[in-house]
């Protein structure tokens, strides 16, 4: 009767210490985004879905062990831009805050992207920075036209966060980048303009009364494998029980 309860509560265990390993990861983030130059600003009616790594929380090292060279209040790397492009203007919006909590999970991003030069190409990455921290990317644009200095390329860019993004005031930043050959051109960011500083947001799983936008969840790993684990762990404890009830039924 002692070995009959001891190699249950074995095996017990040694699922529990796998499951604790298996269930470590931090959790994604997800949004869907919608971009172009003539889209309904405000909503997302149909976009691309996105998945980053968790969010970033604090500095990063390098390999050395030295922290990055950063810009001031979070983490993206200094550069050195090109005098002949800029971000002339930026506009946000935020909405979908179904409980009223003053937190959103939509952000309506438009910016102006000028340059010199008659015609080039172009493309942005945006960032957001949870309470002060490192950038983390969330959503980069298709390649762009611009047109000198017109006013008409304004440029769209909508997201719906889904989830990774924890209730609290992030700041965003646009950095335009050449088509060509990725060369780094121009940046604006929250010591540039009010607009993109202590924006509040959330994502929609956390909105308590969401009615739903688009809900996307994706199994990652830990929650995997401990429905893997735990059914191997049942049926051990079954296959080791049988035997042993019969002989006892003897």
Request: proline fraction near 4%; glycine fraction near 10%.
């Amino acid at each position: 009767m002692k070995h009959l309860t001891r190699l249950p509560v074995t095996i017990v265990l040694l699922l529990l210490a796998a499951i604790s390993q298996a269930d470590t990861g931090a959790e994604p983030r997800q949004s869907l985004t919608a971009q172009g130059k003539d889209i309904p600003r405000g909503h997302v009616s149909s976009g691309t879905y996105n998945e980053h790594e968790a969010l970033k929380l604090e500095e990063q090292a390098t390999a050395d062990g030295k922290d990055t060279k950063v810009m001031p209040r979070a983490g993206a790397v200094v550069q050195d831009g090109d005098p002949n492009f800029w971000i002339y203007d930026v506009d946000v919006e935020l909405f979908s805050d179904a409980d009223r909590d003053g937190y959103y999970w939509g952000i309506d991003l438009m910016f102006d992207a000028d340059t010199y030069y008659d015609v080039a190409e172009v493309y942005a990455v945006l960032y957001l920075s949870y309470e002060y921290g490192p950038w983390n990317e969330y959503a980069t644009t298709e390649d762009i036209t611009l047109f000198g200095s017109s006013a008409v390329d304004d440029y769209v860019v909508e997201s719906e966060l889904v989830s990774g993004y924890p209730t609290g005031h992030y700041d965003i930043l646009v950095e335009l980048y050449d088509a060509w050959d990725g060369t780094f051109l121009a940046s604006i960011g929250p010591e540039d303009t009010s607009e993109l500083s202590l924006l509040p947001l959330e994502d929609s799983s956390r909105d308590a009364t969401s009615s739903g936008g688009t809900q996307v969840v994706v199994s990652s790993g830990g929650g995997g494998a401990f429905g893997w684990l735990l059914l191997f762990g049942l049926l051990a404890v079954r296959m080791t029980l049988r035997p042993q009830a019969a002989r006892l039924s003897k």
